[in-house]
Structures are given as structure tokens and as C-alpha cells.
């Protein structure tokens, strides 16, 4: 078990789900305010999916061959805290699918490969406690994320919450290249 790698690993993760977790549930809100109505809200976050699930298989093939799965789990921390910085540029259901599009992308990058090197340096024998502990701190922290996000686009507005989960992100990515050494 590398305890390192191990703990970066976790601990980005945690930085991510908690800037995910401000979002949420406000994307609703979000998406209204920008004059998008129901359907535009379902197919931004069918883009996401789509995309997400598209790359997903691609990455997985293109992390066991040809670059390595910490350079693309760094890739889609970064990009993903990119995205999240460009929706204090949406100002309508388009740009708010293309966003979409690029998380989705962006989440496709990170998380095969996060996950894939999670297995590796968990350990063979604590696997389980292991993947416990991360997906409890996961929803812990989104939870978390998600009352301070409302408390966050009270206080300062969405774009106020979107500065915040970009540099939140940003940290996170910033933490996770400490694998490439």
C-alpha cells in the first residue's frame, strides 16, 4: 500500500466532492435564472451523461496503453475546475449545455482513472474498509457542500459560489499532480 499516493488520492477527491456537492441541487435554480425551463435542465444533464459516459470507455482504454492515469486524473481535475470557472460566463441554455458537455468530459478523464488507482494503492487486504471509508467521506462532504453552497449563493450569488468551487477545485487539481512526482 502506497500511503502517499493514497492520501493524495483521498484527499483531492474530498476537495472535489465538496466543491460538487455546492452545486447540486442550485443547478435548478441556476438554470431558470438563466431563462431555461425543465427541458432544457434534462438534456444539459443528459449532455453531461452522455459525454461522461461516452469518454469514460475511452479513457479507461487509453489509460492502460498510452498516458499514464495520474496525468488524466490531473487533466480532469483541471479541466473540470476550468468548466466550473465558464459558468460565470453562461447566460443561456446553450452555453449552459456546452458546459455541461465539457464537466461531463472532464468527469470522464478523472474518475476511471481515479478510481482505477485507488484499487492499486488501497491495499489487497482493506480493499473493502478502504472504498467504504472513501465513499462515506464522498457524501459526507457533498453533503457538506451542499448547505454551503445555498449558504454561499445567499451571501454572495452564483457567481460568488462559482469562484468559490472553481478555486476549491482548483486546489484539488493542484493537490492530485502531486502524484506526477
Same mark, same amino acid.
Given at each position: ?12 477527491? @474530498?476537495? +472535489?466532492? !465538496? /466543491?460538487?456537492?455546492?452545486? %447540486?441541487?442550485?443547478? *435548478? ?62 447566460? @443561456?441554455? +446553450?452555453? !449552459? /449545455?456546452?458546459?455541461?458537455? %465539457?464537466?461531463?468530459? *472532464? ?66 487539481? !493542484? ?7
Amino acid at each position: 500500500m502506497d500511503r502517499k499516493a493514497l492520501k493524495i488520492l483521498i484527499v483531492s477527491n @474530498n476537495l +472535489w466532492s !465538496l /466543491a460538487e456537492g455546492m452545486f %447540486g441541487p442550485l443547478f *435548478a435554480i441556476f438554470a431558470d435564472k438563466i431563462g431555461g425551463d425543465i427541458f432544457d435542465i434534462t438534456w444539459a444533464w443528459a449532455a453531461y451523461l452522455v459525454a461522461r459516459g461516452s469518454v469514460s470507455v475511452l479513457t479507461g482504454k487509453i489509460s492502460d496503453k498510452w498516458i499514464s492515469k495520474e496525468r488524466l486524473v490531473v487533466i480532469g481535475f483541471g479541466l473540470h475546475a476550468i468548466f466550473t470557472f465558464s459558468f460565470l460566463l453562461v447566460s @443561456n441554455k +446553450w452555453e !449552459l /449545455a456546452i458546459v455541461q458537455l %465539457g464537466l461531463g468530459l *472532464a468527469t470522464a478523464l478523472a474518475s476511471p482513472t481515479w478510481y482505477s488507482l485507488f484499487a492499486r494503492y488501497s491495499g489487497k487486504n482493506k480493499n473493502g474498509l478502504a472504498w467504504g471509508i472513501v465513499n462515506g467521506l464522498e457524501d459526507y462532504l457533498a453533503a457538506m457542500g451542499i448547505i454551503l453552497g445555498g449558504v454561499l449563493v445567499v451571501r454572495f450569488g452564483f457567481s460568488g459560489l462559482f469562484i468559490i468551487m472553481g478555486v476549491v477545485q482548483t486546489l484539488a487539481t !493542484l493537490y492530485q499532480a502531486k502524484m506526477l512526482k
